[in-house]
């Protein structure tokens, strides 16, 4: 068996640099993480061959002393932390003293830096193991870092580096992720002699904006919630932009890029009933907390942390985006008092030419029992068409809105179209409500909180609904009254094969008891009541909202289209319905003047 001994310091780096630095983007990162803790305000990178031929990172930071420039090369050379109290309180980005060292392993290093105090710069280089001697190089203040031919010396994993292209699509997402937590830092990115980005400082808004696009800003909502210790801030987007993949998913804790499960799982379960299908929701958010209550020495690549309370900042996350995302219409903020760099755009202020004032219809309530439709008007221009029997309520007179009322949000209803959607005239344009996903958003909300609250409102029927049930449903309903009772069901088998509704949610329709009562059955009898009620409670709630709102081609009047939209503006996460999809889109005048080439 061979002797143990002690491997050479240039194997001990090279190791460590399979975990430190597996590609050209790990060194990018650990670089420009150095830089800012260097306190730099400009942060320029060179690449060349995706980052595997050249990869410079220059800053105008504090710089690094003659005397130290050897032994920022060193193994567990570090300027950050002194002592354990230190490693458990880290505030800075790096701290380990590793990254260095392992580039300087595998690659061909030079470091030339220059200090406030000092009329020039010193370089060192270093190759497979050799150092040079520190010699003098002209430089501005701060510290550049050159790194040539990637894992020269170990082809081996060089094998491991994929295409050119490919590298530098690594290095490219490393940097956007740095520069989106720094707005403050100017940045730029050159590859091959081609610069592919320049950015400025700026705020964060801004450098979201240049990042991922004005799209994404003008379609996300803002986050800042501060509770004792902790503080949550950003943008993330509003369910009905969500996008096909993950690609935009960006959190950062104490500004540091992490991938954490915990946090994870706050932001999916925050969106749970508000996406479509397999749409992911995009976000840049922000969580600061004080250094001791989160360990990032989890990992040399310092990618993930771990929470001293790990319930309470997912519970904090959670409800952070979950109150954000479910801020009604009505508690939004005037459109002319918002710009899309902080609030979600529900209405975006145009520059437009000056219109006549309008006169509004008075407000009316919704009691969606009524089918008649007014038709003397079109009757008035088409003739020939016979009167329906008159409203049993009245149409809403028009008057004058008082000077100082504000248009609703989703304005007032003109009419409907196909007898699918609400037309509305609002303060900007025209708003079109898919009135069946409106509605069932609006009952679902209601559904929950009367569910939450063990208070499902019931109706009794006067006349009980029977319908032929199989064995399996039989056995469902025998087996789990207190669960139907609890989602507002009276309903017991009367008969072998025949079950009979003797109440239902109040507000659910009695022409859809049938089919909402067998759809309620089906899942307490796949998933049993404990699991249906806790784990499948939205779906199950969702399929009682589903069955109560109001059909597609239902012929509403006036005051149910306004009260329908009253409704809608004060009703948490009214964007979507409970599948996902839009419930109301809006058409600026401008953008129908332009449809119309008007001013042309």
């Known amino acids: 068996m061979p002797a143990i001994h002690l491997l050479p310091d240039l194997l001990i780096n090279q190791i460590a640099a399979g975990e430190v630095i597996d590609r050209p983007a790990s060194a990018l990162k650990e670089l420009m993480e150095n830089a800012l803790d260097a306190g730099a305000t400009e942060i320029v990178i060179q690449l060349e061959g995706g980052g595997i031929r050249l990869l410079k990172v220059r800053d105008d930071g504090g710089g690094i002393a003659k005397d130290e420039l050897p032994l920022a090369l060193q193994r567990h050379a570090t300027s950050k932390i002194t002592s354990l109290e230190d490693l458990q309180r880290v505030a800075s980005l790096g701290f380990r003293g590793e990254a260095l060292a392992s580039m300087a392993a595998v690659a061909r290093l030079a470091l030339t830096s220059r200090t406030p105090e000092l009329s020039h710069g010193w370089k060192i280089e270093t190759a497979d193991g050799d150092r040079s001697a520190a010699a003098p190089a002209p430089h501005p203040f701060g510290t550049s870092i050159e790194l040539r031919e990637l894992y020269f010396n170990t082809p081996a994993r060089r094998k491991f580096l994929k295409t050119e292209s490919t590298e530098f699509g690594h290095c490219e997402e490393t940097f956007r992720r740095v520069a989106l937590a720094h707005p403050e830092v100017a940045f730029s990115l050159q590859h091959n002699g081609r610069t592919v980005w320049q950015l400025p400082r700026g705020d964060l808004p801004a450098r979201i904006a240049a990042l991922l696009g004005a799209e994404f800003t003008r379609h996300a909502a803002s986050i800042d919630r501060r509770i004792a210790e902790l503080h949550l801030y950003g943008m993330a987007s509003l369910p009905a932009h969500a996008l096909a993949n993950r690609d935009s998913q960006y959190f950062f804790v104490n500004g540091r890029f992490v991938r954490d499960k915990v946090l994870a799982h706050a932001v999916r379960q925050a969106y749970q009933d508000v996406l479509h299908n397999q749409r992911h929701p995009g976000f840049v958010l922000f969580l600061e907390l004080p250094p001791e209550r989160v360990d990032v020495n989890v990992h040399p690549a310092k990618s993930e942390v771990r929470f001293r309370d790990s319930q309470g900042v997912h519970q904090f996350v959670f409800h952070a985006l979950h109150d954000a995302l479910a801020a009604p219409l009505s508690e939004a903020p005037s459109a002319a008092a918002e710009t899309s760099a902080n609030r ?257």
């Not at 806790?534 to 589903?546: F, I, K, P, Y």
């Open 344 to 600: 979600p755009p529900v209405f975006i202020a145009r520059a437009e030419s000056p219109r006549p004032a309008a006169h509004w219809p008075q407000q009316q309530t919704m009691p969606l029992h009524t089918a008649a439709q007014p038709l003397a008007f079109y009757d008035a221009l088409f003739g020939g068409r016979k009167q329906p029997p008159p409203p049993p309520e009245p149409q809403p007179a028009i008057a004058p809105a008082a000077p100082d009322s504000g248009m609703p949000p989703l304005g007032y209803a003109l009419g409907q179209l196909s007898g699918i959607y609400i037309l509305a005239q609002g303060a900007q344009g025209l708003i079109v409500v898919d009135m069946h996903a409106a509605h069932e958003r609006i009952l679902y909300e209601k559904i929950k909180t009367a569910f939450d609250q063990q208070a499902m409102p019931t109706q009794p029927l006067l006349i009980p609904i029977s319908f032929s049930a199989d064995a399996l449903l039989v056995a469902a309903a025998e087996e789990n009254q207190a669960a139907l009772a609890q989602l507002g069901f009276d309903l017991a088998p009367i008969s072998p094969g025949v079950l009979a509704i003797r109440a239902l949610p109040a507000l659910l329709k009695s022409t859809e008891a049938e089919t909402a009562a067998r759809a309620v059955l089906r899942e307490l009898a796949e998933y049993g009541a404990s699991r249906a009620l806790t784990e499948r409670r939205n779906e199950l709630l969702a399929t009682l909202a589903c069955h109560s709102a109001v059909r597609a081609h239902r012929q509403l009047t006036l005051p149910e289209m306004n009260g329908l939209l009253r409704e809608l503006e004060t009703t948490e996460r009214a964007a979507q319905c409970n599948h996902g999809r839009p419930t109301w889109f809006q058409m600026t005048l401008a953008e129908l003047d332009a449809m119309f080439m008007r001013g042309k």
